[in-house]
């Protein structure tokens, strides 16, 4: 048999319901609470002990940090230090430096120094260029040695000697110069060895022009027997020379030279050529005035008209008697 439940028994059961629903939400809300407040006690004793900690670190950061601050006082005392001693050895170096070109070595040095390079310029550049030149362009003759340069019937040229050189002549045929002494002597000129030099240098010569046919010794001119000062003296006297003349005509006869004479003009002829004359050319024997002619012509007067005496260039003569120049 079923149960009638009335409208009675429903309301009843609706609010069991909901009194048993309070209750649970009630203790639900309890245990949350409870444990809400649990986990924030356990919650807030940590931070307070992390605050501890936090503490504990910043006492030490401080300490550290003191520490740190004193380090880097004592390190920044320390580069200071550095530093100035730096400068000082830099104030040093500059104070000896000054003292240095301030001093009367330095002065002397520096004062050599400019002096040496402005002579080696003006005395070993400019000087020597602007002499050359000049001397290149106002008297070339002279600036290349006053060299003898003869052009031979071939075309050729051949320097034969300087002017300013005597050349050494041992043949009768040709005027003789002073004595060639080769490389001079460093004997006292008052010592017994350089007297015996000086004559067997003279008996020397005697014998050559002797054996050439100077026989009488007594009238050889002392120039013909002697060296000059240098050694290489390239002039005679005009007698000296004239007294040759003779021997050079007997000896230039004797081997076959002839004259060539034309118009007043001799023109010496070697022996052995064969010449073809014409109607005013006539061939002669070598005479005593073409050799004073040669002689007149390469005699060079004073100097200045004034000092020294007339002197004849030996080398000069001997290429005119040959035809050379």
């Given at each position: 048999?079923?149960?009638?439940?009335?409208?009675?028994?429903?309301?009843?059961?609706?609010?069991?319901?909901?009194?048993?629903?309070?209750?649970?939400?009630?203790?639900?809300?309890?245990?949350l609470m409870e444990?809400?407040?649990?986990?924030?006690?356990?919650?807030?004793?940590?931070?307070?002990?992390?605050?501890?900690?936090?503490?504990?670190?910043?006492?030490?950061?401080?300490?550290?940090?003191?520490?740190?601050?004193?380090?880097?006082?004592?390190?920044?005392?320390?580069?200071?230090?550095?530093?100035?001693?730096?400068?000082s050895k830099s104030?040093?170096?500059?104070?000896?430096?000054?003292?240095?070109?301030?001093?009367?070595?330095?002065?002397?040095?520096?004062?050599?120094?400019?002096?040496?390079?402005?002579?080696?310029?003006?005395?070993?550049?400019?000087?020597?260029?602007?002499?050359?030149?000049?001397?290149?362009?106002?008297?070339?003759?002279?600036?290349?040695?006053?060299?003898?340069?003869?052009?031979?019937?071939?075309?050729?040229t051949r320097v034969?000697?300087?002017?300013?050189?005597?050349?050494?002549?041992?043949?009768?045929?040709?005027?003789?110069?002073?004595?060639?002494?080769?490389?001079?002597?460093?004997?006292?000129?008052?010592?017994?060895?350089?007297?015996?030099?000086?004559?067997?240098?003279?008996?020397?010569?005697?014998?050559?022009?002797?054996?050439?046919?100077?026989?009488?010794?007594?009238?050889?001119?002392?120039?013909?027997?002697?060296?000059?000062?240098?050694?290489?003296?390239?002039?005679?006297?005009?007698?000296?020379?004239?007294?040759?003349?003779?021997?050079?005509?007997?000896?230039?006869?004797?081997?076959?030279?002839?004259?060539?004479?034309?118009?007043?003009?001799?023109?010496?002829?070697?022996?052995?050529?064969?010449?073809?004359?014409?109607?005013?050319?006539?061939?002669?024997?070598?005479?005593?005035?073409?050799?004073?002619?040669?002689?007149?012509?390469?005699?060079?007067?004073?100097?200045?008209?004034?000092?020294?005496?007339?002197?004849?260039?030996?080398?000069?003569?001997?290429?005119?008697?040959?035809?050379?120049?």
């Amino acid at each position: 048999m079923r149960t009638k439940i009335t409208k009675h028994d429903i309301d009843i059961i609706d609010k069991n319901l909901i009194e048993k629903t309070d209750e649970n939400i009630a203790d639900t809300y309890d245990r949350l609470m409870e444990n809400f407040n649990n986990n924030l006690d356990a919650k807030t004793d940590t931070f307070k002990n992390n605050i501890g900690d936090m503490d504990k670190v910043d006492e030490i950061k401080g300490v550290t940090d003191g520490e740190t601050d004193g380090i880097d006082s004592e390190i920044g005392g320390g580069m200071d230090k550095i530093d100035g001693g730096k400068d000082s050895k830099s104030n040093l170096k500059a104070e000896k430096k000054d003292r240095f070109k301030n001093s009367n070595f330095f002065k002397t040095f520096y004062a050599s120094l400019v002096l040496l390079l402005v002579a080696t310029l003006v005395i070993g550049i400019i000087y020597p260029f602007s002499v050359t030149l000049a001397a290149q362009t106002l008297f070339p003759y002279q600036a290349n040695g006053s060299q003898i340069t003869v052009t031979l019937k071939d075309g050729t040229t051949r320097v034969f000697g300087s002017q300013l050189i005597g050349q050494s002549y041992e043949s009768p045929q040709y005027l003789f110069g002073r004595v060639n002494g080769g490389a001079p002597s460093n004997m006292a000129v008052e010592s017994e060895e350089y007297k015996q030099l000086i004559e067997s240098r003279i008996e020397e010569r005697k014998q050559k022009l002797i054996a050439i046919g100077y026989t009488d010794t007594e009238k050889i001119p002392y120039e013909l027997l002697s060296e000059s000062g240098s050694g290489l003296d390239p002039h005679i006297s005009v007698e000296t020379a004239y007294f040759q003349i003779d021997q050079v005509v007997a000896a230039r006869k004797a081997l076959g030279w002839k004259l060539l004479l034309k118009n007043g003009t001799y023109t010496p002829v070697k022996p052995g050529d064969v010449l073809s004359l014409g109607e005013d050319e006539q061939l002669v024997d070598y005479n005593y005035d073409f050799v004073k002619s040669a002689i007149d012509r390469f005699t060079e007067g004073r100097f200045l008209y004034v000092f020294g005496q007339k002197r004849v260039t030996v080398l000069c003569v001997n290429l005119f008697l040959d035809g050379l120049i």
